[in-house]
């Protein structure tokens, strides 16, 4: 399974930037999607996931309303849309997909070590 995350770039404080992740060699439907970030001189941080068979989506604090994740099933992509980019937002964002069947609910998503399956990550830049 490979992911290809895309969509990055710079952009000012309140503006927004719409990333994807495509996956290729085997479907998204039935495993949990995650979206994490890494800042300069940070730990990689949990952001938003998407379940599957009603497991809902999950999302950091920090998000506090501003972003949404989602998925096409059929595209076999994952989106995370970003409104009201703040200057802290700037990071290396990558996604992740755990294997088949793994459903997680809750705090559970925030957990790296379910997720098998990495992307090379994009930059988001927020410049103040």
């Known amino acids: 399974v490979q992911l290809q995350a895309s969509g990055g770039g710079l952009v000012q404080t309140g503006g927004s930037l719409k990333l994807s992740c495509a996956v290729s060699g085997g479907g998204i439907s039935m495993r949990t999607m995650g979206w994490f970030r890494q800042a300069p001189g940070k730990e990689r941080e949990f952001v938003a996931a998407?379940?599957?068979?009603?497991?809902?989506?999950y999302y950091e604090d920090f998000v506090e309303g501003r972003f949404t994740i989602s998925r096409d099933n059929a595209k076999n992509t994952v989106y995370l849309q970003m409104n009201t980019l703040k200057p802290e937002d700037t990071a290396v964002y990558y996604c992740?997909?755990?294997?088949?069947?793994?459903?997680?609910?809750?705090?559970?998503?925030?957990?790296?070590?379910?997720?098998?399956?990495w992307g090379q990550g994009t930059l988001v830049t927020v410049s103040s």
């Open positions: 998407t379940g599957w068979a009603g497991a809902g989506t």
């Open positions: 992740a997909a755990t294997a088949r069947n793994r459903r997680m609910v809750g705090a559970a998503n925030r957990s790296q070590a379910p997720y098998e399956y």
